[in-house]
């Protein structure tokens, strides 16, 4: 097991994933299991608020951190929900309901471009140091109502480019080898370790 | 000399200084000099803005980009004016007015704390790949009114911390060892070339 490496979330789940994403070279400790605070997300831009979220547990934690941000992006919509997209689901975080809103918002403009694409950024900090910022990005096109129930947020209403299937109905281990998320830690990986 | 990387600037006259500042190993060229436009800064941290600016001149150019953010923040101004530092000198660029400003600001509060840090953020951003973040800062205390024409912004009201002369005063080769920008600087190159 490799140096202690701050997962900037509450979400203890997600864990597994990203020590397994990053080859088990480091070893996880949530910024919930050290009671970090979660700070405002303040900036605009997916790869600012993944640099804003790791910045904050490294400086507090002393330790090296890592924070993502991740969202839909809608063409048609001038890239919202964007940045918005958790946001769109609402406290509950009810996410039958943001891709409602979706499906609205689209037909308010008359436009018929379905096109999307999700963004995942990660960044990784260190106490008083450097930190690495990468984007992954898969395009691909929406179709309501949404089909499949694997996968979460806005997956059963995305269909990646040159497929049939949305992330919904894909099975996770073809979903994860083309997601956003995990072409954006291919990049932390090849910045990090090559 | 070495890789081209686009200098997020339109102030052709910092090309010399960041050559020297990062040993010789880049051939500098500017964003004035390719033509690629300012971008908005929207983010709410000095990290978050030169990282756009550096991802947009990347993504433009298709070269790898740096850029910079920096500015005055004062402790009982809770960090004005901070990214707005530019901006309190307004259109003209007039750091007097801007200097004022501060000053009356302070006086406002009718605090006696003086102290005060500036801050550099430095990116360079690979064109869709990673990009690398840092920060430095000098700490110290305001004097009013300021003291010293060299330098430039709000050098001549700030006394770095263990000196007597201002910034304003201060030979710029005294200045440049001990400054924000020097210290990013020697981030930047720890990150990139170590």
Chains 1, 2 share one sequence.
Do not use: C
Not at 29 to 47: I, K, M, R, Y
Not at 113 to 139: H, I, K, M, Q, Y
């Amino acid at each position: 097991m490799g140096a202690k490496l701050v997962a900037a979330t509450h979400n203890p789940g997600k864990v597994p994933e990203i020590a397994a994403l990053l080859d088990g070279r480091f070893e996880i400790v949530t910024a919930g299991q050290l009671g970090l605070p979660e700070p405002d997300e303040t900036e605009s831009t997916f790869v600012g608020n993944a640099l804003l979220k790791a910045r904050h547990a490294a400086d507090l934690s002393g330790l090296p951190a890592l924070a993502d941000d991740s969202g839909l992006s809608v063409t048609a919509l001038d890239g919202a929900p964007g940045i918005f997209s958790a946001r769109w689901a609402g406290p509950g975080k009810d996410f039958a309901l943001a891709m409602k809103k979706v499906e609205e918002r689209l037909e308010e403009t008359a436009s018929d471009d379905r096109t999307a694409w999700f963004t995942s950024a990660l960044a990784v900090a260190w106490p008083n140091g450097p930190a690495v910022v990468v984007e992954g990005r898969v395009d691909g096109t929406l179709v309501f109502p949404g089909r499949g129930t694997r996968g979460f947020g806005y997956d059963p209403i995305f269909v990646p480019e040159g497929h049939a299937l949305t992330f919904g109905e894909m099975e996770p281990a073809a979903k994860d080898a083309m997601s956003h998320r995990a072409r954006a830690f291919a990049k932390l990986k090849a910045a990090l370790f090559d």
